[in-house]
């Protein structure tokens, strides 16, 4: 029971700290990251003692409350991991995740596909493992039995197939800015898009 209360602190003073939009503990209890760590921490212990279907159930309930963070029962998280807005986040079954991690929306940390897992040994290990202190940037997508290392920085939209080492940088490409169009380039592009509208194109 103290350890279940110390965690709940930590969480509380995590939010607090890591949100520059939540001031206070009372503020804390409403974000989308608590229900969901909670939520994992109660269903953790039932799927390791064998209450695999109380556990998926309390999962499921978990989604639906904190807008899609959906956590496998199996997954292994630790101590004050932060999910920040919550929405969309996917970790799987044999993820295990440090403490400290940072994860934004619409990450996740899946397996690599039914066909090629089908394929691993029973009780292999399908998804990624996570280091200390990782920050898990908005879209990124870390796939497969890989380890990302310790104060690892996965960017914003990158995809991640393979092992990550500490301290690393991984980014997605940027998005190319165009110069804006000439006058005749213009002319022609707002021609094309009357002549579409004209012909039912639309």
Known sequence: ?????????????????????????????????????????????????????????????????????????????????????????????????????????QVTLGAVGWWRDGRRAPGARRHPVVGDRVVLGTNAIVLGPVTVGDDALIGAGALVLGDVPPRARVAAPVAAVTVPLSPAERAESEQLLRTLATTGCW
């Open 1 to 105: 029971m103290r350890r279940t209360l110390t965690r709940a602190r930590e969480d509380l003073s995590m939010i607090v700290e890591r949100d520059p939009s939540i001031h206070t503990r009372a503020q804390a209890l409403l974000h989308p990251a608590l229900p969901a760590l909670w939520a994992h921490r109660a269903a953790h212990l039932l799927h390791t003692r064998g209450r695999r279907r109380l556990a998926r159930t309390i999962a499921y309930v978990a989604r639906a409350a904190t807008g899609g963070v959906e956590i496998h029962p199996g997954a292994r998280l630790g101590r004050r991991v932060f999910i920040d807005h919550g929405a969309a986040v996917v970790i799987g079954e044999t993820a295990e995740i440090g403490d400290d991690v940072t994860i934004f929306h």
